[in-house]
């Protein structure tokens, strides 16, 4: 298995959902991101320049969630994704979003796996 850096349930607030109403106030959200870098960890000579900054990458996501309405989880998943490959060394990531709507479930969840 490469190297990687795990961010589990990182709470994030965006306005997302196919209804108007569900979009008028900002919702709870979970993303968890699994980051495989460019490099092994084993390169890194404990400089954080070598790396990927995870506390950037969290503030990335929240700002991205936060910029503006969607109908889609899905969309922001893409969104997401796209954002974090240009922004960071990262040679693969998963993204999933989890969505706390539905009230007979704990969570409904979309997973990516980008590139």
């Known amino acids: 298995m490469p190297d990687q850096i795990h961010i589990e349930a990182l709470e994030i607030r965006a306005r997302i959902g196919?209804?108007?109403?569900?979009?008028?106030?900002?919702q709870r959200l979970t993303v968890s991101l699994t980051l495989e870098l460019?490099?092994?960890f084993r390169d890194l000579c404990d400089r954080i320049e070598a790396?990927?900054?995870y506390a950037a990458v969290c503030e990335a996501v929240k700002a991205l969630a936060a910029a503006q309405?969607?109908?889609?989880?899905?969309t922001?998943?893409?969104?997401?994704?796209?954002?974090?490959l240009k922004r960071f060394p990262i040679r693969r990531l998963t993204v999933e979003v989890r969505k706390f709507i539905l009230s007979e479930t704990e969570y409904v969840a979309i997973r990516i796996k980008r590139p």
């Open 38 to 40: 460019k490099t092994d």
């Open 76 to 84: 922001l998943a893409e969104e997401i994704a796209a954002d974090l």
């Open 18 to 26: 196919v209804p108007e109403e569900e979009r008028a106030t900002p």
């Open 51 to 53: 790396t990927i900054d």
């Open 69 to 74: 309405p969607r109908h889609l989880v899905e």
